[in-house]
């Protein structure tokens, strides 16, 4: 190449890659009176870093060196470190299995997705908790007709079930569920009041079938006005009292957690198997015979499992990520501490193995100022910092497991995050994570040109929220710094394997 030619090139390249030195100082002065003039409240803060997607430099940052409660962004860190400690390929399995002195034991891995209805319907063939229980039972049955007793084992996670950091006046939600080594049905009993006839009074249904259970109705019905029902554990998952008004019959099923998903699996187990003729136990109810393994139990089975249950990593990410689904972030950060450590799974281990993580990838500097309290973000005592946020997701876009994992379960502005951008203001790809818990409204994630590859990680973790009007200008606030970066996205650093050849 001539020696004009090779400086014609190098000139037009330089030119290339200086474009977003020449206009970070507008796209910082646009981003600061965003900022700046946003009314969240005397208590209001916020903690604003964004960074380019391609270079990792600093576009912006405001009080992003303060350690902030993120809410579920924590499921950022949750869901990405599971791909790198679990593997991409890392598939959940539950057996069945029954030992030579004829006990049924099921042997479970922290599966959050086991039957959960929301995952089975997205299967093919698409199934239902009720198929997977029949089918439990059908193999036993093809196995024996009498069993000596059903035992859950669900050692792979400690048995401390509900975080102590979780608002005690909502344990009792479906987003409070606790967590085991063995769950069912995403952890939450799901109940469908009907008005009934004037014969038979209110009704209730409920998902999945349990017939121990006790229920006390007192509800009534009324002939106007919208159904106002509440439902309450009595002591024990066995007991539960409904109250309330009902006019017309219930299509967003009421859910409420169970208390000891684990055994409340077992009884579901002892209960199809005595449907289908297998006697448990010597008591005419097979509930009875229904236990959890001891802490040390070991077990002499028969022959290898009678049967195994998998669900993907990919199925449990999209549940994370995308619906938010707390019971699922908090089953991968016991599973993550459990491979690592080898000893039961819990939250102070899962949550040494993301710090851990976070040190690795980003500097002790990140790790030791990021509080870690559990996987979903529930917590009010999680701490981190704006830029630690934006540092991690940077990391993550550059690992390929990583990155396609998070790009194919995050919300993005063409489904659930729609609806927080005015129509058409937003023209490139978004792909975040909301957060909220009281006081705190977040947003983190990438915006990114999907023909240049041009693009940002941002997050925005607004704290002290303490009105209304504040709660309402945070989400304004989300929405135009979103807006403002995808007016500049033009303006950021081109990939370099995307830039354009000059010269032969």
């Keep these: 190449m001539p020696a004009t030619a090779r400086s014609l090139s190098l000139f037009i390249l330089t030119a290339l890659f200086a474009i977003p030195l020449a206009a970070a100082a507008q796209i910082r002065t646009e981003l600061e009176s965003i900022v700046r003039n946003a009314a969240l409240g005397k208590d209001g803060i916020a903690g604003v870093s964004v960074v380019d997607l391609n270079t990792g430099a600093t576009l912006y940052q405001h009080r992003a060196t303060e350690a902030l409660a993120p809410a579920s962004n924590m499921k950022l860190f949750t869901s990405a470190a599971a791909v790198k400690v679990l593997g991409p390929d890392f598939v959940f399995q539950t057996d069945l299995a029954i030992t030579k002195d004829g006990t049924v034991v099921l042997v479970g891995s922290g599966d959050p997705a086991f039957a959960d209805p929301e995952v089975m319907k997205h299967r093919t063939p698409s199934t ?43 344990l009792e939600r479906w987003y409070c569920a606790p967590i085991a080594g063995v769950n069912v049905h995403s952890n939450v009993l799901a109940f469908y009041p009907n008005p009934g006839t004037p014969d038979t009074g209110t009704t209730v249904d409920i998902s999945p079938l349990a017939p121990w259970l006790e229920i006390e109705n007192l509800s009534r019905r009324v002939y106007e006005g919208r159904n106002a029902v509440w439902i309450q554990r009595s002591g024990s998952d066995d007991k539960w009292t409904i109250r309330g008004t009902i006019n017309v019959p ?29 006697l448990v136990g010597t008591d005419r109810t097979p509930y009875t015979a229904v236990r959890l393994a001891g802490e040390h139990e070991s077990f002499e089975f028969e022959g290898p499992p009678l049967a195994r249950h998998t669900s993907t990593l990919e199925e449990i990410l999209h549940r994370v990520n995308y619906d938010s689904h707390n019971m699922y972030a908090e089953a991968l950060i016991k599973r993550m501490g459990n491979a690592v450590t080898g000893e039961p799974g819990s939250w102070d281990n899962g949550a040494a193995v993301i710090r851990m993580l976070i040190a690795e990838k980003l500097g002790p500097e990140h790790a030791s100022s990021t509080i870690i309290r559990d996987g979903s973000g529930l917590s009010r005592e999680n701490r981190v910092r704006p830029d630690t946020v934006t540092s991690w997701l940077f990391e993550m876009y550059h690992d390929d497991d990583a990155r396609t994992a998070l790009l194919g379960s995050l919300p993005t502005a063409k489904n659930k995050l729609g609806q927080r951008f005015r129509l058409g203001s937003v023209g490139n790809e978004v792909y975040a994570k909301t957060g909220t818990i009281n006081n705190v409204r977040c947003l983190s994630g990438y915006i990114i040109n999907p023909e240049t590859g041009q693009g940002a990680a941002f997050s925005f973790l607004l704290n002290g929220l303490t009105t209304g009007d504040s709660i309402a200008c945070a989400r304004n606030l989300h929405r135009d710094l979103v807006e403002c970066l995808d007016r500049n996205i033009d303006q950021f650093t081109i990939p370099a394997d995307t830039a354009p050849a000059f010269g032969g």
Aim: glycine share 6%.
């Design 128 to 170: 239902m908790p009720s198929d997977l229980f029949g089918a439990l039972a059908g193999v036993v049955q093809n196995k024996t007709t009498r069993v000596k007793e059903v035992v859950v084992d669900d050692r792979i996670f400690e048995r401390e079930l509900i975080h102590p950091d979780w608002p005690t006046d909502q």
């Design 250 to 278: 219930t299509q967003v099923p009421i859910e409420v957690s169970i208390y000891n998903p684990a055994l409340f699996m077992g009884k579901i187990l002892a209960d199809r198997l005595s449907a289908v003729g297998v």
